[in-house]
């Protein structure tokens, strides 16, 4: 005899079979037992999930001779032709490739003949949402008052392709994606039948790709088989024979994108390419690792949510304190921006390397997430007492390539008065800094030189505020950046001090423009742009 495939040979013959939809199988159940049975059912839901095998099973019990609680016997004659496929009661219909008009005409003529044994003519439609419009509608008057030895049983996958007035007429019965322990408990039970050894971490794994269809987790686990037939199925085999990737490659590639390792990222990638993973499955399982990431970082009871081994999750539970949760984010929307891209590209390569680029130096963005994604950066580099030294801006002069640092002389420290000097020569220090650092500058509230020679900049920044000058001046890198201005102005070292006004009420000197306030004061502010 032949080899049968697994999801075909372990097809659920009667309800208490049913894995995964028990709000469907009880209301039908129920039905029955009342002899209450619609005319017309409408099953709808991802594919895999049961609509088929639902669909047989109550075609066979309305017309069973000795139903048990719901559930066919199994044993009668009717039970039995209906499951080989000679029952004349049970009809199946492929919408896909019959749709139109003269296929459902024929339904339509067939109807007025009583079954010739057995309760019930049971029309099963697959695909229904195929059908044309002069289908649907030649369907529309049998569908609403067919003869009380009718019932029609329409399956779909795609509810929304089906016209409202086909809709109205049934019995809508919505599929649920399977859970993952479903599947993998019911692959586990099959497995145990067969006598195929096989570990329980590669029985999740396939259970976890099949996402939410029973029929997909079957075909993955019969191809495991296949290509390991008499051997123990492991974990790792399965991930070669479906091109996965371990996690613990995720971890390695995840530490060299927070440290910016740009060649050994895109050495992870030669890696999965030489042994000939699928890309775009590597992309969706990198973004899912980061998710789980984030979820752990979001709560400390997410743990029973992550399907994961112990050893896996101690290791996720390590990377969770070395990188923000606004930074994961940031690398889920880059990778879940990919994953679109790559779906119908033909150099997928070369997107994934960009995209990992992107990862390992967010400042070739300019967006808000890349921004603290680099803060994020300069904070960790400063607590590590490496020392960071801001290019010159594109568009300064002064802009030049930086082939080695430079060590400079100290310059001394200014005193009050030069700092009132760099006061009233404000926009010369302006003129020399970074355009976005620029903007922000402009609208500091109050400028004032503290008794110790600070320059104090003060700017009015409410809760719900869409500026964030403040914020954007208080960075490391930006204070750096005002300093080298200054020093390239008066040859002095000034120490700059920073004050967000959060309270919602005006700083005292605040103007609507800093040079308005400086002429306030009778100060004449010099501009260089």
Known sequence: MSYMALYRKFRPQTFDDVKGQDHIVTTLQNQIKNDRIGHAYLFTGTRGTGKTTIAKILARTINCENPVNGCPCMECAMCKAISSGNSMNVIEMDAASNNGVDNIRQIVEEVAYPPTEGKYKVYIIDEVHMLSTGAFNALLKTLEEPPSYVVFILATTEVHKIPITILSRCQRYDFHRISIDTIAARLQELMDKEGVQVEDRAIRYIAKAADGSMR????????????????????????????????????????????????????????????????????????????????????????????????????????????????????????????????????????????????????????????????????????????????????????????????????????????????????????????????????????????????????????????????????????????????????????????????????????????????????EVETEE
Not at 219 to 236: E, M, N
Not at 266 to 289: A, C, K, M, P, S
């Open 216 to 523: 997909d987790g079957l075909s993955l686990l019969d191809q495991c088989i296949a290509f390991y037939i008499g051997q123990t199925l492991t974990y790792d085999n399965v991930l070669k024979v479906l091109g996965a990737i371990d996690t613990e490659v995720f971890s390695r590639l995840l530490r060299y994108i927070i440290n910016g390792q740009i060649t050994d990222a895109i050495g992870i990638l030669e890696e999965i390419i030489t042994q000939g993973r699928d890309l775009n499955q590597f992309v969706n399982d990198f973004t899912w690792y980061l998710r789980n990431l984030m979820l752990l970082k979001s709560s400390d009871d997410m743990e029973d949510a992550l399907e994961m081994s112990s050893d896996n999750l101690a290791l996720l539970k390590e990377e969770a304190q070395m990188v923000d949760t606004e930074i994961l984010m940031r690398y889920i929307q880059v990778l879940s921006a990919l994953s679109n891209d790559i779906k119908y590209a033909s150099q997928k390569r070369v997107l994934i390397e960009i995209a990992l680029i992107k990862l390992c130096k967010p400042e070739m963005e300019m967006d808000i997430s890349a921004l603290n994604n680099r803060m994020a950066n300069l904070e960790k580099k400063v607590e590590q007492g490496v020392p960071v030294v801001m290019a010159a801006p594109a568009n300064s002069a002064a802009a030049t390539p930086s082939v080695a640092p430079v060590k400079k002389e100290p310059l001394p420290a200014a005193i009050p008065d030069e700092v009132k000097e760099v006061v009233k020569r404000w926009g010369s220090v302006i003129g020399k800094t970074s355009p976005m650092l620029k903007s922000s500058l402009k609208n500091v509230s109050t400028m004032t030189v503290t008794e110790q020679g600070e320059l104090l900049l003060v700017f009015d920044q409410s809760a719900g505020s869409e500026r964030m000058d403040g914020d954007i001046v208080n960075r490391p890198d930006a204070i750096a950046e005002i300093s080298s201005a200054i020093e390239d102005l008066i040859h002095k070292t000034v120490k700059i001090k920073v004050e967000i006004n959060r309270s919602g009420i005006s700083s005292q000197n605040t103007k609507s423009d800093v040079r308005d306030y400086f002429a306030g004061l009778g100060i």
